[in-house]
């Protein structure tokens, strides 16, 4: 046995990460995972203010996040899992709001406030997603890839003359808080794979805040908090990992290594990495989010539990949603919980706002939507420098390749986070799980000799 300090070091303990660790333990190796911060789940995070419990990243997870509901049952979360209902209403510019369900597509087939042509539209964009179904399970980019052929505004205007007023009036303002951009510029894989799984399979709420799965994964494999990576190189047959801890920088020794933080973070993180790697990863864009949770004095009952705008003014809310609608657990009865999202952009800065001056503003939206006894609690702000990963047109073949090459690749490193399996945490979950597959297949004794042919330039062993 080599001289190490770990089997295998998980760097992050994001979902991404945790499900990495939590596969490598159940394939018989032993992980142990090096987090930054003082707590696990990176952006599946909760906040706890007196009774409210405030989801702050991850917020809305959908029923076809399969993978997560399997290992929450696994950990005994099953009850905490609850189906819920949600209704988004889409605020026009003179005011009036159009209320669609999720999992009702009649919603907005039957809305005749919406152009005939905007409805035929959505109709053909309904058959494609049949059509295209089996390519668009969550984690598997190499599905979505072969759907990455042009931008969402290009595809809707092939639907004829109501697709772009579609696009401008229902799927932009609907999915823009989803994607964390505008819908139109990314690539027609993110509203093939959106559409299909949000809008159709509607939602579901951990009750008691979703950190709990994140936290309950950590009981099972070795955390290391407040430890940050600075470096991860391989060196030989093994990999050397620079962390800090207690304040002092030293060096540790491992089999092997799996880097599950923001993609160009995992680029920093990985200079020696192979260029045909580290250049995808350093091109991973995100949308920059601030969230606003205002607690407010009484419970407030609009009709829908969601609100966003249409009309492309940056400065409004990307979304506003009542939490306490759809998770009633979340503050006591008599109060509420109202979340107010941002993106940050080149026309809206609210990354340089202060908390006051973008909560004045959050607080300025709520009363657009309702006209609201009672006042706020407290003013909650978090802001995600990486939020959601974004995709243009062509990142899903790119990202696609990239899988190809990690699959053949001989490196004792890999990679996850949700960059790599595209706009949700059940993907960045899948794609932790995929590179503990690789990592566990390359560490096998028999890999290791054919990695000492691959190096010594010999031919591969045909069996
Ligand atoms: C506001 C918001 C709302 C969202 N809503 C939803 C939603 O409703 N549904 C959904 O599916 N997804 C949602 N997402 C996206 C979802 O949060 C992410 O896709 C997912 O959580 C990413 O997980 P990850 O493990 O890839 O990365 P992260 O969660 O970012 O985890 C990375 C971890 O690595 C750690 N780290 C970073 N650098 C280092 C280092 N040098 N050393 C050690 N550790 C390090 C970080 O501290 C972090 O814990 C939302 C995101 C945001 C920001």
């Not at 566990?440 to 010999?458: C, F």
Request: charged residues 25%.
């Amino acid at each position: 046995m080599r001289s190490v300090d770990a089997d295998v070091i998980v760097v992050g303990a994001g979902v991404a990460g945790l499900a990495a660790a939590l596969r490598l333990k159940d394939s018989g190796r032993t992980p142990l995972v090096l987090e930054a911060g003082a707590m696990v789940g990176g952006r599946m995070t909760s906040r706890r203010i007196g009774p409210f419990t405030i989801d702050c990243g991850v917020a809305l997870p959908t029923r076809s996040f399969t993978r997560m509901r399997a290992l929450g049952a696994r950990f005994g979360l099953a009850a905490r899992a609850k189906n819920i209902p949600f209704t988004l209403g889409i605020q026009d510019a003179d005011g009036t709001v159009r209320a669609y369900r999720a999992r009702h597509f009649e919603d907005i087939l039957l809305d005749r406030r919406l152009p005939l042509a905007a409805r035929a539209a959505f109709m053909r964009i309904g058959l494609d997603l049949i059509r295209f179904d089996h390519r668009l399970q969550l984690g598997d980019v190499n599905g979505a890839a072969l759907l990455d052929s042009e931008d969402t505004a290009s595809y809707v205007r092939r639907l004829g003359g109501g697709g772009d007023e579609l696009l401008a009036d229902v799927l932009g303002p609907g999915l823009r808080a989803a994607i964390g951009t505008e819908l139109g510029s990314c690539s027609r894989a993110v509203l093939f794979s959106v559409a299909r799984n949000t809008m159709r399979p509607g939602f579901w709420i951990m009750d008691g805040g979703l950190d709990q799965f994140p936290n309950a994964l950590a009981q099972f494999v070795e955390v290391r908090r407040s430890t940050p990576v600075l470096e991860v190189r391989t060196s030989g047959r093994s990999v050397e990992i620079d962390i800090i801890e207690r304040e002092t920088k030293r060096t540790l020794r491992a089999n092997g290594a799996i880097v599950a933080v923001p993609g160009p973070e995992a680029a920093r993180l990985c200079p020696a990495a192979p260029r045909w790697l580290c250049s995808v990863l350093e091109r991973t864009t995100y949308s920059r989010i601030a969230c606003v949770f205002v607690g407010w004095t009484t419970r407030i009952a609009p009709a829908c539990t969601g609100y966003v705008w249409k009309g492309t003014d940056a400065a409004k809310p990307a979304s506003l949603e009542f939490e306490h609608l759809r998770s009633p657990g979340c503050c006591p009865h008599n109060r509420s919980l109202i979340s107010v999202y941002f993106i940050d952009s080149p026309d809206f800065r609210c990354f340089a706002m202060s908390d006051d001056e973008i909560g004045a503003r959050a607080i300025k939206s709520i009363r657009e939507i309702v006209h609201a006894d009672g006042d706020v609690l407290f003013i909650y702000v978090t802001r995600w420098r990486y939020g959601l990963a974004t995709f243009a047109v062509g990142r899903f073949r790119e990202l696609a390749s990239l899988r190809a090459r990690l699959d053949a690749w001989h490196g004792p490193v890999d990679f996850c986070g949700d960059y790599l399996n595209g706009i949700s945490s059940e993907g960045a979950l899948c794609s932790g799980e995929q590179a503990a597959r690789r990592l566990v297949r390359r560490l096998a004794p028999e890999r290791w000799r054919e990695r000492a042919a691959i190096t010594r330039g010999a031919a591969l062993p045909s069996s």
